[in-house]
């Protein structure tokens, strides 16, 4: 009797340990499914966050948030964690595509600027933390455009027919045109969509391309003299060959864009991204992901770990003066309605 006691007790423990990491909780299979912007996490970061966790990382990309919010609809995305920008978040809440915080499991969340937390679209921070921020501008080859290039509407001379790259996303395209006009990438006043839309419909013949995957390498290869972009791929470019590109916020303004972690609510793997929202957040690791992929960070605890020449450089980290001039983008409601329509014809033109 004693014996058979024995070895229930021992199958009972050895069920414990590889079944359970709390009493009636399965544990987590030891993986993370991450869908993220391109170019923008570090496979080093990935290789010290797999081999201090045991956690492996799946990454997949998107290339707009609108592509981010579809996948999410269909209902087939199997992902834990997702950085989308501002607005966006403030969709997938109002949606309930993603899950609250457990802010008690991100102790590095006390290294983010408060200049980026608890902003309009996620008060409290109840459901995002800031990962990344930067600004969408123009990157130029300055051996091709001896020009000044200042605004916006450069991309609209006919002179550069046929070597205009676009982001291939919808708002970032009607804030180019929003903006060149002198209006809010906000605005949901009808006029001033129809406007927009007629510009970058005029516009469509000098486009070469629309990509927000490869802008960046298409400039580099010559196959565009002008390229609206994000800015960290951009002023990495810059950077690489100053004598020959150069990135810059048009006058106007442009799109200053935080984007942010969130946890979906089909999350499967809920305590690997918290504690991958962690290990991003601490400095030494924040610090080798800007200098990565050449955006700015909200965590000020990472300032000091971050090349020089980074922090220096006014086309990752601008001016307050450019800032002033910025906007994040807002969700549109109703409005984004007649956007895609426009969109849609733009696009088929």
């Known amino acids: 009797m004693k014996k058979i006691i024995l070895v229930l007790a021992c199958l009972i423990a050895a069920v414990n340990l590889v079944g359970c990491d709390k009493p009636g909780a399965p544990r987590e299979e030891k993986v993370l499914n991450l869908y993220i912007w391109s170019e923008y996490l570090p496979q080093s970061v990935l290789d010290k966050f797999t081999q201090r966790t045991g ?3 799946n990454v997949d ?7 981010l919010l579809a996948k ?3 209902g087939v995305a199997e992902y834990d964690l997702c950085v989308p920008s501002d607005y966006m978040v403030r969709v997938l809440i109002a949606e309930k595509l993603i899950l609250p915080i457990d802010h008690a499991k991100v102790p590095n969340l006390g290294n983010i600027d408060a200049r980026f937390l608890s902003r309009g679209f996620d008060p409290g921070n109840r459901y995002s933390v800031p990962y990344l ?7 130029y080859n300055k051996q091709q455009v001896t020009e000044p290039v200042e605004s916006w509407k450069i991309v609209f001379d006919k002179k550069y027919a046929g070597k205009v790259l676009l982001l291939d996303d919808m708002r970032e395209c009607f804030a180019v045109a929003l903006k060149s006009m002198g209006k809010s990438l906000n605005s949901t006043d009808p006029a001033d969509l129809e406007a927009a839309a007629k510009l970058l419909m005029a516009q469509k013949e000098l486009v070469k391309t629309y990509n927000s995957n490869d802008f960046d ?3 580099a290869a010559g196959d565009v003299v002008l390229a609206h972009g994000y800015n960290g791929q951009l002023a990495k470019l810059a950077a690489k060959e100053p004598a020959k590109f150069a990135y810059v916020v048009p006058k106007e303004g442009a799109t200053q864009a935080i984007d942010s972690l969130c946890i979906l609510a089909k999350a499967k793997h809920s305590e690997a991204a918290l504690a991958f929202i962690n290990f991003v957040h601490e400095p030494e690791i924040n610090a080798e992901i800007v200098n990565g992929v050449h955006y700015a960070s909200p965590n000020t605890a990472a300032r000091k770990f971050i090349h020089a020449d980074i922090l220096n ?3 990752i980290y601008p001016s307050e003066e450019t800032l002033k001039q910025c906007e994040t983008m807002e969700d549109l409601g109703e409005a984004t309605q007649a956007m895609d329509r426009y969109w849609t014809e733009i696009k088929a033109k």
């Not at 990309?61 to 592509?67: A, R």
């Not at 921020?133 to 990157?139: H, P, R």
């Open 55 to 57: 956690i492996k990382v």
């Open 61 to 67: 990309n998107y290339d707009s948030n609108e592509t």
């Open 72 to 74: 999410l609809r269909s």
């Open 133 to 139: 921020w930067g600004t969408t501008g123009l990157g």
């Open 217 to 219: 390498n298409i400039l």
């Open 313 to 315: 450089n006014a086309a």
